[in-house]
Every structure is written in C-alpha cells, then in structure tokens.
C-alpha cells in the first residue's frame, strides 16, 4: 500500500510540475543515455508502472518496469501465467517500447532464510559496495532483489564497470543468483 501511495504522489507532482519528470541535473550529468532517450525511457517505464496499476490481473506490488533505449524490463513475482502475459502485453502495448525482457519467478509465500529483512540486508550491502567503488557510476544502476536474486540494470560506461557490478553483487552474503541486464555503452 506504501507503495501506491508513493506512486500516486509522484503522478501529482509530475502532473503539476513536468520538470520533476525524474530530472534531476545530476541523474541527466551521469546517465550514459542522451537526455531526450532518458526522458522517452522515463516516460515509457511510467506509462507501464500506470498501466500495471489500473489493471486488475497485474498486482502492481508484484511487478516493476525499467526501461532502457525503449527495451523494457520487467521484473518481479508472479501468482499466475496470466499475470505475466497480462503484464508482458500491457508493456508490449505501450507506444514507442521496441522489445519486452522479464525476470519474473513464481511467488513463494514461504521462502526460509529470505524475506523482506533479508532482501533490504542485501540491498543494502550491494549498494554501499557500489557507492563505495569509486569506478562505478552506482546512480545508473538499478537494483532488484526477487527472492534473495540480485537482478542488475541499466547502462554502463564499460565492460570493466559491468564486471565489477556483477562481482560485488555475487560477493553480498545472501544472494542466491545474480541476473545481470546491464548494457554496456
């Protein structure tokens, strides 16, 4: 519920202020895409994240959509194999997406020795280690945890940046597998 509250403030204040759209001069200083693919990319996760909302099928606590030179991502747990076609049409269908990849596993109710606590414990580690490795750009490196699995994503600067991403990630205590999706420019 946290989270569709969070949602719901956010859609308000990009509605009344369109500059907030994500933007900030930071995240377009460092992102390896140009600003007006940052903004589309942008644009498009959010139509997707809009539409898994609306729909009745898709619970949109379950699904994530990231969105990268107009390849979308979606990630997250699933109850059914009609939510995922439900949810991989509903990314299909918005305008301008070139190509739908998931990571998405059928959800565990009970899952010993990863829940939430240590899926935030995960988290946590993987992005001090990323902050801390000062040849990492970790602001354009999104992170997924889906049943104690480290998903990676975004656009890196090198194959030697993306190395080292996966690295820390599979050295973080917990984690049972890393799916990298990281693109390297």
Same mark, same amino acid.
């Given at each position: 519920?946290?989270?569709?509250?969070?949602?719901?403030?956010?859609?308000?204040?990009? =509605?009344?202020? /369109?500059?907030?759209? &994500?933007?900030?001069?930071? $995240?377009?200083?460092?992102?390896?895409?140009?600003? &007006?693919?940052? =903004?589309?990319? &942008?644009?498009?996760?959010?139509?997707?994240?809009? $539409?898994?909302? %609306?729909?009745? #099928?898709?619970?949109?606590? $379950?699904?994530?959509?990231?969105?990268?030179?107009?390849?979308?991502? @979606?990630?997250?747990?699933?109850?059914? !194999? +009609?939510?995922? =076609? !439900? %949810?991989?049409?509903?990314?299909?269908?918005?305008?301008? @997406?070139?190509?739908?990849?998931?990571?998405?596993?059928?959800?565990?109710?009970?899952? /010993?020795?990863?829940?939430?606590?240590?899926?935030?414990?995960?988290?946590?580690?993987?992005?001090?280690?990323?902050?801390? +490795?000062?040849?990492?750009?970790?602001?354009?490196?999104?992170?997924?945890?889906?049943?104690?699995?480290?998903?990676? #994503?975004?656009?890196?600067?090198?194959? *030697?940046? *993306? %190395?080292?991403?996966? %690295?820390?990630?599979?050295?973080? /205590?917990?984690?049972?597998?890393? *799916?990298?999706?990281?693109? @390297?420019?």
């Amino acid at each position: 519920m946290h989270r569709i509250a969070i949602f719901c403030i956010a859609l308000v204040l990009l =509605a009344a202020f /369109p500059i907030l759209n &994500g933007c900030t001069v930071y $995240d377009v200083a460092v992102e390896e895409r140009t600003t &007006g693919e940052w =903004a589309d990319d &942008g644009k498009i996760a959010l139509l997707i994240e809009k $539409d898994f909302l %609306a729909d009745d #099928l898709v619970k949109y606590m $379950d699904f994530d959509a990231y969105c990268y030179r107009r390849h979308v991502y @979606v990630v997250g747990e699933y109850e059914s !194999r +009609d939510q995922v =076609a !439900r %949810a991989v049409r509903i990314a299909k269908s918005v305008k301008g @997406v070139r190509e739908v990849t998931t990571y998405l596993l059928p959800k565990r109710e009970d899952d /010993p020795g990863c829940g939430t606590v240590e899926s935030v414990e995960i988290y946590r580690k993987l992005k001090q280690a990323l902050v801390g +490795d000062k040849e990492i750009w970790s602001t354009n490196i999104e992170i997924e945890i889906v049943q104690c699995n480290v998903v990676l #994503l975004g656009i890196v600067g090198s194959a *030697k940046e *993306k %190395a080292a991403t996966e %690295a820390h990630a599979k050295a973080v /205590p917990g984690v049972r597998r890393v *799916k990298s999706f990281l693109i @390297v420019d």
